[in-house]
């Protein structure tokens, strides 16, 4: 009786093993789910799907209106990827969810800037004056490099919490003297008199966008370098067909073709061996940056928890 019972159970348990065994199998031949919101550094992926570089049975796109909803489908288990910023990584980390680094859309090489309301004949001339930031992993980033370069810290000016789509109102009312801001408010606040005094070019390879995949999902292997190898061959369709890319991309960014390449101005877009370069290496230069992102988001209280770094870049994706 007890040998039957001990075979049964025997039984059971093989059945439930091979039951998870073929499901696994089955997953990794479902389409990888990527959430992505609209950003000029995201946009290739649509373009290789307009291309008709995309296998639809590989690949399965869920538009959002931002990283933060992006995040808000991963937690519900409803994505498996999403187009972010590295510190938004770094956050969902920390927040519990782990997600992998797979590969490095855009580099901010000048899009983040910081102006001021008057010229200031050297950087520490913004001690005293109220700095409008909106207070995130990037703009604490921004905000820690620039009081690096002036020689100040942050008992030496007021910083003022303002999200980006308040900015500009912001300014016109004076409540602000300096604000840390992007494309398109940069570009009003200088035709409004403003001076750019600071902006992303002096903190090289820091704010990166990122294709990242939730770690557990990494078995999805040729789904993952389908859809990157798709990204990079639209990267290149961009430098040699510039005309037709800019016709296709523009209903995306909802701006006529002409006027794109500014979206692109203070954006690098590196390609496959500049991925390598970045993502190659033990520690790798991204992980090295996350870890400078992680000590900022620390000393600026907005981590909810230390942060596990395991298995934060991975780059066999971008190998060739």
């Excluded at 919101?37 to 049975?57: C, E, K, R, S």
């Excluded at 966008?209 to 078995?219: E, G, N």
């Excluded at 370098?225 to 800019?246: W, Y």
Aim: aromatic residues 8%; proline residues 3%.
């Amino acid at each position: 009786m007890k040998k039957r019972k001990f075979r049964q159970g025997l039984f059971t348990a093989f059945f439930i093993f091979l039951l998870t065994l073929l499901n696994g199998c089955s997953s990794s031949k479902d389409p990888l789910v990527v959430a992505t919101h609209i950003w000029p550094g995201y946009t290739f992926m649509y373009l290789a799907d307009q291309l008709g570089w995309v296998d639809t049975a590989q690949i399965s796109f869920q538009n959002t209106y931002s990283a933060s909803e992006s995040l808000e489908l991963i937690k519900e288990g409803k994505v498996e990827a999403a187009t972010l910023t590295f510190d938004e990584v770094i956050r969902a980390r920390s927040e519990g969810i782990e997600l992998t680094v797979v590969a490095i859309l855009d580099i901010s090489a000048g899009a983040d800037q910081v102006i001021s309301r008057t010229r200031l004949s050297q950087l520490s001339d913004i001690k005293g004056k109220r700095i409008g930031v909106e207070i995130s992993a990037l703009g604490a980033v921004v905000l820690s490099h620039l009081l690096d370069q002036a020689g100040l810290t942050k008992d030496d000016i007021t910083v003022v919490d303002i999200t980006i789509d308040d900015q500009e109102t912001a300014w016109l009312d004076g409540k602000i003297d300096c604000v840390i801001t992007y494309e398109p408010v940069a570009r009003k606040l200088i035709m409004a008199g403003g001076y750019k005094v600071f902006d992303s070019r002096s903190m090289p390879e820091i704010i990166l966008d990122v294709l990242a995949v939730k770690t557990a999902t990494l078995h999805k292997r040729e789904q993952i370098t389908h859809l990157i190898d798709a990204h990079f061959k639209a990267l290149r369709h961009f430098d040699v067909q510039r005309e037709d890319a800019l016709y296709r991309m523009a209903p995306r960014l909802g701006m006529e073709p002409d006027l794109i390449p500014f979206l692109f101005e203070g954006l690098l877009l590196p390609n496959r061996s500049n991925n390598q370069r970045l993502m190659v290496g033990s520690p790798s230069k991204v992980e090295r940056v996350g870890n400078k992102i992680i000590e900022v988001m620390a000393q600026s209280g907005l981590l909810n928890a230390p942060v596990n770094t395991d298995n934060l870049v991975d780059s066999r994706f971008v190998s060739p």
